[in-house]
T-cell receptor, first 111, second 117 residues
Framework: LAKTTQPISMDSYEGQEVNITCSHNNIATNDYITWYQQFPSQGPRFIIQGYKTKVTNEVASLFIPADRKSSTLSLPRVSLSDTAVYYCLVGDSGGYQKVTFGIGTKLQVIP | GAVVSQHPSRVICKSGTSVKIECRSL??????MFWYRQFPKQSLMLMAT?????????EQGVEKDKFLINHASLTLSTLTVTSAHPEDSSFYICSARDDRRSSYEQYFGPGTRLTVT
């Protein structure tokens, strides 16, 4: 299982774009990169998943460089409700695959 | 779609008693479900992998006789904390993989807050 490294915490003002970078130097060829969001006392919620280049959905973008040793979650124009812990995970796309959560990044959005 | 429920959402029990937590995939089948534990201000820690029709696989350091897992159907897995003690107080979260999808994306339940007094 590829290990991930993220900043422990980040602060941002409302309306700003937030970029959270995750390092995964030992990512395997079959591994996908997935980001989850967790609010206090709730289960994690899927945000976005990608393999390479750029992926965008209605809530975020995921940028993955060619070497795939890192990835950046981009949240456009954050609001107070985006205050949460964000986890970056890597793992095989197919079949049974357990994942290991790192410590995550605590994002605090400031009014 | 892809909703996972847990019951109960919170439970308080006395030390020495057993507590059962249910995890259900509401609109998909899940051969594989996972159980996590999360202590305050910490990350999720995988406890075990639950496979329908077979024995669960426990992570190192997790007592299989204390945390009994039963995955009797493709939509239900249960975690029973036996002879609970105050140190078992934690937030227990389950997740499930959709058998129809090739992605390993996991759908998480809302969690169960266990307090042992």
């Amino acid at each position: 299982l590829a290990k991930t490294t993220q900043p422990i915490s980040m602060d941002s003002y409302e309306g700003q774009e937030v970029n959270i970078t995750c390092s995964h130097n030992n990512i395997a060829t079959n591994d996908y990169i997935t980001w989850y969001q967790q609010f206090p006392s709730q289960g994690p919620r899927f945000i976005i998943q990608g393999y390479k280049t750029k992926v965008t959905n209605e809530v975020a973008s995921l940028f993955i460089p060619a070497d795939r040793k890192s990835s950046t979650l981009s949240l456009p124009r954050v609001s107070l409700s985006d205050t949460a812990v964000y986890y970056c995970l890597v793992g095989d796309s197919g079949g049974y695959q357990k994942v290991t959560f790192g410590i995550g990044t605590k994002l605090q959005v400031i009014p | 779609g892809a909703v996972v429920s847990q019951h109960p959402s919170r439970v308080i029990c006395k030390s020495g008693t057993s507590v059962k937590i249910e995890c259900r995939s509401l609109d998909f089948q899940a051969t594989t479900m996972f159980w996590y534990r999360q202590f305050p201000k910490q990350s999720l820690m995988l406890m075990a992998t639950s496979n329908e029709g077979s024995k669960a696989t426990y992570e190192q350091g997790v007592e299989k006789d204390k945390f009994l897992i039963n995955h009797a159907s493709l939509t239900l897995s249960t975690l029973t904390v036996t002879s609970a003690h105050p140190e078992d107080s934690s937030f227990y979260i389950c997740s499930a993989r959709d058998d129809r999808r090739s992605s390993y994306e996991q759908y998480f339940g809302p969690g169960t807050r266990l307090t042992v007094t």
